[in-house]
């Protein structure tokens, strides 16, 4: 029986060359980048499951279509990953870098698309404004520096200031059983708030804390720091504010309305959507130098292999 040669070995096809990997592995990413990065930007505060739908269909489309195949010889090359793990990194860069850029317009989003109030008693139920995105106190209102308060959640302090009306420092007048006006603690539902800017007690300059003309605000929910650090900003609010009232000796609303303190808040408004434009604007245009960046870069080392030894 005659010796036959062994089968040929059966060509690499589950293998990427590199230059199908950078277009699977860097222009596609390219694209969900800059698509999830628009949603959340502009269409999450319309529309909060728009965005979230694009990231998990993207996802399903990057691990569905970009899996490496394993059934082929030699088995899966360091090329084949590289669409995977960058179009999964595309996608967790925009998500985050999207949800931060959209806090940052979140006060332009609250003064454009929710109610504004004007001439606000800072002794008023703050359930009357549950729905505000910007509030003009009565004339006399100001912030109660001396009652501010901070709590460290680690890298940053929240901050806190009550809002009262001029000479009230949180205390209102009710009748004692004998008939006579004794000041009573009133609970304190309307706060200026910010990051890094006050100390444990007693001393807070946030925004236009140290402007006397101020007497407006724009209701806060989150804030671009807070949100890359990953924590709940409404919750360090609140603890910042009950630090404050317990200090006092004074309550708090059951209701508690958080703002930045500003003497224009339109203005400030506006600056935010150009701030989060601009960002939006700067992270679309570095998403696509990168990916003319690889292509130059890959294209030079073709160029260098093709290149005959000399």
Known sequence: MEDRPPPPF????????????????????????????????????????????????????????????????????????????????????????????????????????????????????????????????????????????????????????????????????????????????QPLGFWAVGIDCCNSAGDFWCDDAKNSDARSGLRVTTHWIGQAAGHDVLENYGRAARKAAAMQGTQVAQTQVFLLWHKHPNSVAIRRWWAATGLYGGLVVASIGCCFLVRWILRSLTRIRAQPPK
């Open 10 to 185: 059966p060509a690499r096809q589950g293998r990427l060359n590199p230059w199908s990997a950078v277009l699977l592995g860097v222009y596609l990413p390219c694209y969900l980048f800059v698509m999830i990065l628009t949603l959340f930007t502009y269409v999450y505060h319309r529309a909060p499951a728009v965005p979230w739908m694009a990231v998990v269909l993207g996802a399903d489309i990057v691990v569905v279509t970009l899996w490496p195949s394993a059934h082929h010889w030699p088995g899966r090359g360091r090329w084949d990953w590289f669409p995977l793990i960058s179009g999964l990194c595309a996608i967790g860069l925009a998500t985050w870098l999207g949800l931060i850029n959209y806090s940052t317009m979140e006060l332009w989003v609250h003064a454009k698309h929710l109610h504004s109030y004007d001439n606000v008693n800072p002794t008023s139920d703050t359930n009357l404004v549950g729905d505000a995105g910007l509030i003009t106190f009565s004339p006399g209102s100001e912030l109660d520096i001396s009652s501010s308060a901070g709590f460290k959640a680690w890298p940053y302090t929240y901050c806190a200031a009550p809002i009262v009306s001029a000479g009230s420092s949180g205390t209102a007048q009710q009748t004692s059983p004998s008939g006579g006006s004794i000041s009573a603690p």
